[in-house]
C-alpha cells in the first residue's frame, strides 16, 4: 500500500508545548504535503517537502524528510489552542502519470490551554 | 487568498435519487479533483480532470459517479443513484500547474452528503 501512516493516532499537550507527528510510506514519491483539518472542515494546505529536501519550514511548522527510511515528521513549536485540529500526510506518487494524492490515517492533536 | 468553494455545505438526499455537488475551483487552476472522506476513516481520492476530461478515477469512482466542468468556473461531481454508503464529506480541490509539479493542492471546505 502507497498509503502514509501516520502516529501517534493522538496526541494531548499542554499550550506552549511542541507536538511531533510521523508520517511512515512505502513507495517512491514526487513529494510529500501536509494538511490540517479542524473538526468538521477542509484540508488547509501546510507545507510541501520535495523529495529532493530533508528540512522545511514556515513559521512554527518544521518538516523533515527522510527517503531512505520512507518516513517525515511535522514538528509543531510552542503549540497554541488554535493548533487544535487532525493533520494529515498525503503523498504525491512518483508515477508519471498520476498527481493523485494518498493521504495518511491522520494525528487527531489536541492542545489544552 | 483566492479560495476553493463548495456548495452546498450539506445536502441530505433519499436512496436513489441523484445528488450534484458544486465547485468553484480557484480561478487560474488547470486541474481539478474530487476526493472523500467517510466519517472517521481517510481522506480517498475519487478523480481528477483537466482539459475537459478525466485524468485518473480511483476503484470508488464507478458508473453512478460523473465530473462535468460545464462552463468556465464550475466542476461538478454527480452521483446518479445514491446508496447509504455514499454518506460521507466530499472535497474539490485544484491545482495550478501541470502533472507531477510540485504544487500543492488547494481543497475546499467539503459539502456533507447525508443519504437517508
Known amino acids: 500500500s502507497q498509503q502514509g501512516e501516520e502516529d501517534p493516532q493522538a496526541l494531548s499537550i499542554q499550550e506552549g508545548e511542541n507536538a511531533t507527528m510521523n508520517c511512515s510510506y512505502k513507495t517512491s514519491i514526487n513529494n510529500l504535503q501536509w494538511y490540517r483539518q479542524n473538526s468538521g472542515r477542509g484540508l488547509v494546505h501546510l507545507i510541501l517537502i520535495r523529495s529532493n529536501e530533508r528540512e522545511k519550514h514556515s513559521g512554527r511548522l518544521r518538516v523533515t524528510l527522510d527517503t531512505s527510511k520512507k518516513s517525515s515528521s511535522l514538528l509543531i513549536t510552542a503549540s497554541r489552542a488554535a493548533d487544535t485540529a487532525s493533520y494529515f500526510c498525503?503523498?504525491?506518487?512518483?508515477?508519471?502519470?498520476?498527481?493523485?494524492?494518498?493521504f495518511g490515517t491522520g494525528t487527531r492533536l489536541q492542545v489544552f490551554p | 487568498e483566492p479560495e476553493v468553494t463548495q456548495t452546498p455545505s450539506h445536502q441530505v438526499t433519499q436512496m436513489g435519487q441523484e445528488v450534484i455537488l458544486r465547485c468553484v475551483p480557484i480561478s487560474n487552476h488547470l486541474y481539478f479533483y474530487w476526493y472523500r472522506q467517510i466519517l472517521g476513516q481517510k481522506v480517498e481520492f475519487l478523480v481528477s480532470f483537466y482539459n475537459n476530461e478525466i485524468s485518473e478515477k480511483s476503484e470508488i469512482f464507478d458508473d453512478q459517479f460523473s465530473v462535468e466542468r460545464p462552463d468556465g468556473s464550475n466542476f461538478t461531481l454527480k452521483i446518479r443513484s445514491t446508496k447509504l454508503e455514499d454518506s460521507a464529506m466530499y472535497f474539490c480541490?485544484?491545482?495550478?500547474?501541470?502533472?507531477?509539479?510540485?504544487?500543492?493542492?488547494?481543497f475546499g471546505d467539503g459539502t456533507r452528503l447525508s443519504i437517508l
Open positions: 480541490a485544484s491545482k495550478r500547474q501541470s502533472l507531477n509539479s510540485n504544487q500543492p493542492q488547494h
Open positions: 498525503a503523498l504525491a506518487g512518483r508515477s508519471y502519470n498520476t498527481d493523485k494524492l494518498i
